[in-house]
């Protein structure tokens, strides 16, 4: 069984979201998805709409998702891999690069963003149809 994992915040789930999950499940057999906890997102410099609990129910309600655990600092990535038996670890391509210390313990693969797509820009366009 090849097992996937991807990180991320996934606040106000969109396709880009979807699409990113999509991909990385049709890469292996069970996707697991590291999700920011509302205190690491602060040190990301994020506010989520949804709290923890809720982007993580969310994130469960997705048929390409098995699992999801917390994220809870930059730190416990290479920890995660080795504890879950990680063959692939996914992210979108604006991240090319920064992970590439994993290397050592698995493949690691960039994908194409989602254009036109983002959470920012949803909260920017909501914020212009408000005015
Ligand atoms: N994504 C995408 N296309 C978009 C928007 C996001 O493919 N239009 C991807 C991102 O590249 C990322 C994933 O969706 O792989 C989650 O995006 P965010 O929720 O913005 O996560 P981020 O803040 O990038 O956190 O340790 C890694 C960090 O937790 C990543």
Do not use: M, S
């Given at each position: 069984m090849k097992t996937v994992i991807t990180y991320g915040?996934?606040?106000?789930?969109h396709a880009g979201h979807i699409n990113i999950l999509r991909r990385a499940k049709e890469m292996g057999d069970y996707l697991i998805v590291a999700i920011s906890s509302d205190e690491f997102n602060a040190l990301k410099g994020k506010k989520a709409y949804y709290s923890f609990e809720d982007r993580k129910m969310i994130l469960e309600?997705?048929?390409?998702?098995d699992k999801v655990i917390p994220e809870?600092?930059?730190?416990?990535k290479i920890e995660d891999v080795q504890k879950y038996n990680v063959d692939l670890f996914v992210m979108g391509?604006?991240?090319?690069?920064?992970?590439?210390?994993?290397s050592d313990y698995c493949e690691v693969c960039y994908l194409p963003r989602t254009e036109g797509i983002s959470t920012t820009k949803i909260k920017e366009d909501l914020k212009q149809v408000q005015r």
């Open positions: 915040t996934f606040d106000l789930l309600a997705i048929k390409y998702v809870d600092n930059w730190e416990q391509h604006d991240w090319e690069g920064k992970f590439d210390f994993l």
